[in-house]
């Protein structure tokens, strides 16, 4: 089997401890970063957004690796440590707010005191995390998937029908593909947050993908 298809229970257990064990040196060399900075008198002039650039698949939609539509594979993790923030109610706060990957680079331009240029789509987090009222909250999340190339190793005629895009929010998260044949999936995140059941071809939910559909296409617009 390939290195990314889970042969049995044995193999997910020992991919699960490999990736916990990379985790551990990430943690382990972070802690000698903060060190380093302390130790150089920069840690209170240091703004900190830890982050990824995607999540992993252990073994949950029987899927391992990046990609695809699932939280699994697509929450990051979002943590900023703003040294400016000294007040207790700031500090440990755990939001429930949407942010995106695009947020990170408005976030230090910001903190440096720099005019954020219109073209940038992200918006700064700093007015969140330090309990600012007017902070206009998103609403909803936005990514999109390319699996081009490994489409183009499998001998797919057109690469660009290889292509998902999705947007969620609190209730309803809708797929949408580039391929003509492939129909759009939408899940009741409320009444189904494991993304389980697919439910686009339920009549209940025609107004709902009909919605999403149009707010997926403003945000491609």
């Keep these: 089997a390939a290195p990314d298809q889970l042969q049995d229970d044995l193999h997910?257990?020992?991919?699960?401890?490999?990736?916990?064990?990379?985790?551990?040196?990430?943690?382990?060399?972070?802690?000698?970063?903060?060190?380093?900075?302390?130790?150089?008198g920069q840690w209170e002039n240091t703004l900190i957004i830890f982050s990824a650039d995607h999540a992993e698949h252990l073994g949950d939609h029987y899927l391992t690796g990046k990609g695809m539509f699932f939280d699994g594979g697509m929450r990051i993790p979002y943590i900023v440590r703003d040294p400016t923030a000294t007040a207790d109610s700031t500090r440990g706060q755990v939001r429930q707010e949407f942010v995106e990957a695009i947020d990170s680079a408005p976030t230090i331009m910001d903190w440096l005191g720099l005019d954020v240029p219109d073209r940038f789509q992200g918006r700064s987090v700093l007015p969140l995390?330090?309990?600012?009222?007017?902070?206009?909250?998103?609403?909803?999340?936005?990514?999109?998937?390319?699996?081009?190339?490994?489409?183009?190793?499998?001998?797919?005629?057109?690469?660009?029908e290889h292509l998902l895009w999705v947007v969620r929010d609190r209730r309803h998260k809708l797929v949408q593909f580039a391929h003509p044949e492939l129909p759009p999936?939408?899940?009741?995140?409320?009444?189904?947050?494991?993304?389980?059941?697919?439910?686009?071809?339920?009549?209940?939910?025609?107004?709902?993908?009909?919605?999403?559909?149009?707010?997926?296409?403003?945000?491609?617009?």
Aim: charged residues 35%; contains cysteine.
């Design 12 to 40: 997910l257990r020992e991919y699960r401890a490999c990736y916990y064990g990379m985790i551990t040196e990430v943690d382990d060399n972070l802690g000698r970063l903060f060190a380093a900075l302390e130790a150089s």
């Design 185 to 221: 999936i939408l899940f009741d995140l409320e009444a189904d947050p494991d993304e389980l059941h697919d439910v686009a071809d339920q009549p209940r939910y025609q107004a709902v993908l009909l919605e999403m559909s149009q707010r997926l296409l403003r945000w491609r617009m």
């Design 129 to 160: 995390i330090r309990g600012d009222e007017a902070y206009d909250a998103r609403r909803e999340i936005h990514y999109e998937f390319d699996y081009r190339q490994g489409a183009l190793a499998r001998g797919a005629e057109d690469p660009d």
